[in-house]
DNA sequence: CTGTTAGCGCTTTCAC
DNA sequence: GTGAAAGCGCTAACAG
């Protein structure tokens, strides 16, 4: 692998003065899809271009076709536990359609412009929009391209959108508890600004209501084992037969705060439910129930919403992914 | 939020026809740097700029300038526990000298040229590699760009690296366990390819070298909790006093494996060092001694670099990040 | 099928 | 300080 003096790339002009043709058939030669070529002249431009080692300029190729092959993924911040499980996975399927990916940290919508402005992020194909900083409209605006997809459950009818149905699974969760005789239960919700999460304390809500069980008290943490850790006094303070909490984390949180109450890790004074399914749950330690999705689904939806051809407006449902209960030892 | 039906966005000449000026000057009134234009017709090219929404076409720009704000990180996964303390931290401090970041997943050099291609992640200002697929050679041929950071080990005299030094706090460790009566350790590493993980078990055999600890043995693992769990019988079949793993996630692995010889989380047959300093050995359950550093020190660093102006090849010194020892109940 | 010409949107000489 | 013109690297249009 040698080092060689890193000079001025070749451009498709030195490709086909080489190969003695002009500019405009080798281009034609060098594009993706057939293009009317001779063959013989199309194996001296693709023998030239290899020679050269020629690599097409896509920022020229781009200022023509107006699109780069990039989306932006836009997320609030990566450090939940249950983003490991996730954008690795994006990353892979988003990489194999031949897609690269710019990830964009966008906590709020102050001075994204700015920032977009100065990047090529402006540009891209498609934005998929995990943040729950801004809604449709406001993201359609940032970006060259109408093609946006909503997971933060802020979509409107112009938008793509994926949206687990969390709802059966919640229901599901909430079912068994019921079944095994829970009358009392405890909620520990999220930050009570994301869309997401108004939406699943509300199933939580109906789901109780729907069983008869009673709700004892009803925190908000911040989705962290931190704030699960925190409440958990708190939680369990109006004596209920179960808690519930709308990230794994938490309960991770609340498990190791009461710790006392799972001998052998079997609940004893209540039961416990998270939510994210996350892969630690697989771990001796934290054997909790949880809801979740499969994330394979979940990405592969995203893709297919990318890939696909501009739909004429209108007809943009939302993609439901289901979710399902995974009933584990705190239960 | 109307919104407007997306039109062709105004270009540069639209800007200087508003005004009234060349599109020379209003190129240059609209320059980040000062540059000679007279007050009033700048005032007037910032208005219209202003009032048409103005969008800089950053692939015009580029291909010019022939440099895109863009960085590329490149990564074999993001799926490892230690990832999330460090990616988030990374993208923001990126994000906030106005860099965006596209990530690439590479686990092999294969189809990765083809794939660069492609994508405009050819043309980045600089790259990040933590992923151990390639030596700086390699990468460098991948990219336009010279700037190289390497984090993987696998850096050379051209190009630029930060490494942690990771031999004092494994230092620091194994002096811990020493002093608190070790003489018998085992060893759980990690995947041999890497050229970190080679160099970081080379340490650890000179500190227990370093004390007169013997190694009973030394198993490989792949950092994956999975995998030190798979491997806690076999590790302490030589009755070992301590048991180190290269990475916290395998050391939770032999935790749980054997948490019978935890009491109360206290060491009872052995004792237990990890490796990451992870923030989950803040979780009661698992509260693993481990090593690591500082990650904002580490980000700075890759940050400086990036920011660095061309340093003149020769005079790149791996930049070196100091680790310790952290204390905690398993040991 | 092939070559010529004309841009994509921007910056940059280089005269004035 | 300002504007005309050239050109970054590529592809599309249009004659041949």
Redesign the interface.
């Known amino acids: 692998?040698?080092?060689e003096p890193?000079r001025t790339?070749p451009t498709i002009a030195d490709v086909a003065e080489l190969a003695g043709v002009s500019r405009a058939v080798a281009s034609r030669a060098l594009a993706p899809e057939p293009r009317p070529v001779g063959a013989d002249k199309r194996q001296r431009v693709l023998k030239a271009a290899a020679d050269l080692g020629f690599?097409?300029?896509?920022?020229?190729q781009?200022?023509m076709s107006k699109s780069?092959?990039?989306v932006a993924v836009i997320v609030n911040?990566?450090?939940?536990?249950s983003?490991?499980?996730l954008?690795?996975l994006l990353?892979?399927r988003l990489?194999s359609i031949?897609?690269?990916?710019?990830?964009?940290?966008v906590g709020s919508v102050d001075r994204v412009d700015q920032?977009l402005?100065?990047?090529?992020?402006?540009?891209v194909d498609a934005a998929l929009v995990f943040s729950d900083f801004a809604?449709a409209?406001?993201v359609?605006?940032m970006f060259?391209t109408?093609r946006i997809v909503m997971m933060n459950g802020r979509h409107d009818h112009?938008s793509a959108a994926v949206v687990p149905d969390e709802a059966s699974g919640i229901a599901e969760a909430v079912a068994d508890a019921a079944l095994k005789g829970v009358h009392r239960a405890a909620l520990l919700t999220g930050r009570a600004t994301s869309e997401v999460e108004r939406i699943r304390v509300a199933a939580y809500r109906r789901s109780f209501a729907a069983h008869g069980i009673a709700v004892t008290s009803e925190i908000q943490g911040d989705y962290s084992?931190q704030s699960g850790?925190a409440a958990a006094a708190a939680l369990i303070a109006g004596e209920p037969d179960a808690v519930f909490c709308t990230s794994d984390a938490m309960a991770?949180g609340v498990l190791?705060?009461r710790?006392a109450d799972f001998p052998g890790n079997r609940p004893q004074r209540f039961r416990l439910y998270g939510f994210d399914n996350l892969s630690m749950t697989h771990?001796?330690?934290?054997p909790i129930a949880s809801i979740g999705y499969d994330k394979a689904t979940y990405v592969d939806a995203m893709v297919q919403l990318i890939e696909a051809a501009d739909t004429p407006h209108g007809e943009t449902e939302p993609v439901s992914i289901p979710t399902a209960f995974f009933p584990r030892a705190t239960a």
């Not at 031949?98 to 940290?105: D, H, M, S, T």
């Open positions: 692998m040698a080092d890193k790339s690599r097409p300029n896509l920022l020229a781009g200022l780069v092959n990039i911040h990566i450090h939940d536990l983003d490991l499980d954008f690795d990353l892979d990489q031949g897609k690269q990916v710019v990830l964009l940290r920032f402005s100065r990047g090529i992020a402006y540009h809604d409209a406001t359609r605006n060259r109408d112009l084992y850790h991770m190791d705060a710790r771990f001796d330690a934290y």
